[in-house]
């Protein structure tokens, strides 16, 4: 009933940025929180990144300062900031987010996942 999916990874040289997207389609009222997570091979997922409806952020510490989580209420959608790459950002990025549907259902869902590798 709602769908997330991300978009903007890719293959990017230590140092650089890359900004990726996460749109929310579907019976959506309402949207609570969405987050950003990563999952490096072999690792677990892990919180990268969480944005309120009222635009409150938190981050992983060891993003803070390299990662800006905003979104576009408007569009529903998320974005995520990413500069000052460095290899072990590589993984598989996660859009999550919750909220109500129209049927007023609480929903908690999760995007297929985009792919950033960081070259050194």
Do not use: H
């Amino acid at each position: 009933q709602v769908q997330l999916v991300e978009s903007g990874g890719g293959l990017v040289q230590d140092g650089g940025s890359l900004r990726l997207s996460c749109a929310a389609s579907g019976s959506i009222f309402s949207i609570n929180a969405m987050r950003w997570y990563r999952q490096a091979p072999g690792k677990q997922r892990e919180l990268v990144a969480a944005i309120t409806d009222s635009g409150s952020t938190t981050y992983t510490d060891s993003m803070k300062g390299r990662f800006t989580i905003s979104r576009d209420n408007a569009k529903n959608t998320v974005y995520l900031q990413m500069n000052s790459l460095k290899p072990e950002d590589t993984g598989v990025y996660y859009c999550n987010a919750d909220g109500l549907t129209k049927y007023r259902r609480s929903y908690y869902e999760w995007g297929q996942g985009t792919q950033v590798t960081v070259s050194s």
